[in-house]
Nanobody, 115 residues
Framework: QVRLVESGGGLVQAGGSLRLSCAASGSIFTRMGWYRQVPGEQRELVAAIGIGGSTNYADSVKGRFTISRGNAKNTVYLQMNSLKPEDTAVYYC???????????WGQGTQVTVSS
């Protein structure tokens, strides 16, 4: 059974930093990533990383956020620096199973950046 457990959200002042973690279990995952959503808007990709380490980022976070995977490849991190109020959202971890290409979601973690 696939399970994704997120941690690391919270409240921070503008210019501050947070680190999100997502521990995935139950399968082997090819692509893992972070999405975010604010009320009334669509969920959007923040950053993703392949099993080989290739990454892609939303333009709005390039140069400020860094995505990485743990040595065991089933944990994904999002280091968020220079946070802005517009980064406020619920952040969701996403993981794609390598065999079936099914994707799974974490429960979401709130990130709030105060001005």
């Amino acid at each position: 059974q696939v399970r994704l457990v997120e941690s690391g959200g919270g409240l921070v002042q503008a210019g501050g930093s947070l680190r999100l973690s997502c521990a995935a279990s139950g399968s082997i995952f090819t692509r893992m990533g972070w999405y975010r959503q604010v009320p009334g808007e669509q969920r959007e990709l923040v950053a993703a990383i392949g099993i080989g380490g290739s990454t892609n980022y939303a333009d709005s976070v390039k140069g400020r956020f860094t995505i990485s995977r743990g040595n065991a490849k089933n944990t994904v991190y999002l280091q968020m620096n220079s946070l802005k109020p517009e980064d406020t959202a619920v952040y969701y971890c996403n993981a794609v199973v390598i065999a079936s290409r099914e994707d799974y979601w974490g429960q979401g973690t709130q990130v709030t950046v105060s001005s």
